[in-house]
């Protein structure tokens, strides 16, 4: 990544970093903040691939820098559908760092669902949906678990509290008429 010029470009970088996690987790206290901005700008315009290089670099140096476990896991479940196994791990890992944070739980409980284990992400999601109030993403994901395990009174309502958070929520819109047509 090209070094970053003037601070109004850096400090967006850094505020879309802090919104897409925790605040709490920037800036990396090992030396690590220009390659999570790096892997961070490279998801943002879809280089899956080159984000994820970035967080296993990160993770080299530092194994158990949560972001990035949390981070490379999400893009291999939900962007490359690779070493899901693998990813399962690092989410676990960053939960055990950080357990309080919605995004890690998030991620957990969606590569437990990719691994076809959607009894096992149900606890993860309701702690991300509950840490992390306001964010729709949250009870959609959950609200497609819930379908996925045949609860589809409660995947409705995830959907729905979805809706109430953001009405434009894409996923849950599309949950619920699924629901509808099945």
């Known amino acids: ?17 802090a919104m897409a996690h925790s605040v709490r987790d920037y800036p990396p206290v090992d030396g690590s903040f220009n390659a999570h901005l790096e892997a961070e700008w490279l998801y943002e315009r879809g280089q899956y691939r080159a984000s994820a290089d970035c967080y296993r670099q990160i ?24 070493d899901l196994r693998a990813s399962l791990k690092m989410a676990q890992r960053a939960v055990e760092l950080r357990w309080h944070t919605p995004e ?14 959607p009894d096992r992400a149900v606890a ?9 109030r306001g964010d729709p993403i949250f009870p959609s ?28 929520c894409e996923e ?3 949950g619920l008429d699924h629901l509808d047509y099945d």
């Open 1 to 17: 990544m090209a070094p970053l010029v003037g601070v109004g470009i850096g400090c967006i970088i850094l505020l879309s970093c």
């Open 59 to 82: 993770l080299r140096h530092n194994p158990d820098d949560a972001v990035a476990l949390n981070n490379l896991a999400w893009i291999q479940v939900e962007h490359l559908g690779i």
């Open 104 to 117: 890690f739980q998030d991620t957990l409980g969606w590569a437990y669902y990719k691994l076809g284990q």
């Open 124 to 132: 993860p999601l309701r702690l991300a949906e509950q840490f992390g």
């Open 141 to 168: 994901h959950l609200g497609e678990v819930y379908a996925a395990l045949g609860r589809r009174a409660e995947a409705r309502a995830a959907y729905q509290r979805a809706l109430e958070l953001d009405p434009t």
């Open 172 to 174: 849950a819109r599309r």
